[in-house]
């Protein structure tokens, strides 16, 4: 069996790029290949959401970049890689946090959280009118003064101890109800 001139005329002419055999749209291929690559994922992931994201900006990034992506022998192999890619750069930035919060030492000032009467004096402050509780808070928590209350709230001396008796008043009742009902 010869080579035929027929074959050397064929095979002389300079090779072009041959067209696709059917353009598939971005819409078919997300259809087509969307939830295979959310299973692949989520088997690496273990979590569905993740794998979903993931495979979601792999195809955000393919629509972006379509006319090419569109022109590659397998675009969906390209939008996998990006997708595995994605899916690694996750996983390695989680083990750094991961990595870092094991690091951590305890703070020295750490603080716990607020105590039983703690609690319970914000609680009763909080039945109080709103001067009143203004009143006693920089008394006897900002250690202020009756005159630099007076000053800082424009009032006078008096009705800044009208304010604190009225509130002491107040939370006396108030722990005594408590303590009769204990």
Not at 7 to 30: G, K, N
Not at 94 to 103: G, P, S
Not at 147 to 171: M, P
Request: aromatic share 8%.
């Amino acid at each position: 069996m010869g080579v035929t001139s027929e074959a050397i005329a064929i095979t002389s002419e300079p090779l072009t790029a041959v067209p696709a055999l059917t353009a598939v749209s971005f819409d078919e291929l997300y259809a087509a290949h969307y939830a295979d690559l959310t299973v692949q994922l989520y088997a690496y992931f273990g979590d569905r959401q993740e794998a979903q994201d993931v495979v979601q900006e792999a195809f955000c990034r393919a629509l972006a970049r379509w006319r090419s992506v569109s022109a590659y022998d397998d675009p969906v192999a390209w939008i996998r890689r990006v997708a595995w890619n994605l899916a690694v750069s996750k996983w390695r930035r989680t083990r750094t946090a991961l990595n870092f919060l094991r690091k951590q030492r305890p703070s020295e000032d750490h603080v716990d959280g607020p105590n039983p009467e703690r609690v319970a004096l914000v609680a009763a402050l909080s039945t109080l009118p709103a001067q009143q509780r203004r009143a006693m808070v920089l008394r006897y928590l900002a250690d202020m003064t009756i005159a630099e209350i007076a000053e800082r709230e424009n009032v006078a001396e008096g009705t800044v101890k009208s304010w604190l008796h009225r509130a002491r008043t107040a939370l006396a009742a108030q722990i005594t109800e408590e303590v009769r009902n204990a």
